[in-house]
Antibody, heavy 120, light 106 residues
Framework: QVQLVESGGGLVKPGGSLRLSCAASGFIFSDYYMSWIRQAPGKGLEWVSYISSSGTTIYYADSVKGRFTISRDNAKNSVYLQMNSLRAEDTAVYYC?????????????WGQGTLVTVSS | EIVLTQSPATLSLSPGERATLSCRASQSVSSYLAWYQQKPGQTPRLLIYDASNRATGIPARFSGSGSGTDFTLTISSLEPEDFAVYYCQQRFNRLTFGGGTKVEIK
């Protein structure tokens, strides 16, 4: 079965950096677009970033552009989110998600999330 | 960035009633719109994609309609497990979510 397991979250000071990882299994990783989506405590969903199956197409939300970098390693069945210049408003649970088989732009499978807290 | 506005913010209904949720886009997204359901403590579940197609395993009481800028998610007869938060999301131009509609028990 499809599994997505995020890691790398934690407490970081404003201006600091973190690298999130998502290990995928149960499907052919190199066939699917992958995304990072976040949810601040008690708030709604926000799409953070999205990467095509080959890594050649990448989108970022305006709120993170220039600070966050998404990447993937198809040999390791993993997707990453490098987060720099972190701000308090980046505090959220970060989910890794896999696209559907019929459309790249929707999230069908979700990991359980990793909490990122930005605070001094 | 395309902004999606969902209304109402909260919908108070009883089991068995019909729920009608709205999502309006700041510019046309064609039919590239999805609906998700999220229950407390759970990850979101894809219900509807491309405006009107039910995802695998989604009951027929969930239906989606609309195109362009105005979309609707209808739950024909609310079951107890349907009380949750619902989000719309577009994929026409990058990817954005609406702010959500909470369907609560009246």
């Amino acid at each position: 079965q499809v599994q997505l397991v995020e890691s790398g979250g934690g407490l970081v000071k404003p201006g600091g950096s973190l690298r999130l990882s998502c290990a995928a299994s149960g499907f052919i990783f190199s066939d699917y677009y992958m995304s990072w989506i976040r949810q601040a405590p008690g708030k709604g969903l926000e799409w953070v970033s999205y990467i095509s199956s080959s890594g050649t197409t990448i989108y970022y939300a305006d709120s993170v552009k220039g600070r966050f970098t998404i990447s993937r390693d198809n040999a390791k069945n993993s997707v990453y989110l490098q987060m720099n210049s972190l701000r308090a408003e980046d505090t959220a649970v970060y989910y890794c998600a896999r696209a559907t088989g019929y459309s790249h732009g929707y999230a069908y499978y979700w990991g359980q999330g990793t909490l990122v807290t930005v605070s001094s | 960035e395309i902004v999606l506005t969902q209304s109402p913010a909260t919908l108070s209904l009883s089991p068995g009633e019909r729920a009608t949720l709205s999502c309006r886009a700041s510019q046309s997204v064609s039919s590239y719109l999805a609906w998700y359901q999220q229950k407390p403590g759970q990850t979101p579940r894809l219900l509807i994609y491309d405006a009107s197609n039910r995802a695998t395993g989604i009951p027929a009481r969930f239906s989606g309609s609309g195109s362009g800028t105005d979309f609707t998610l209808t739950i024909s007869s609310l079951e107890p497990e349907d009380f949750a938060v619902y989000y719309c999301q577009q994929r026409f131009n990058r990817l954005t979510f609406g702010g959500g509609t909470k369907v609560e028990i009246k």
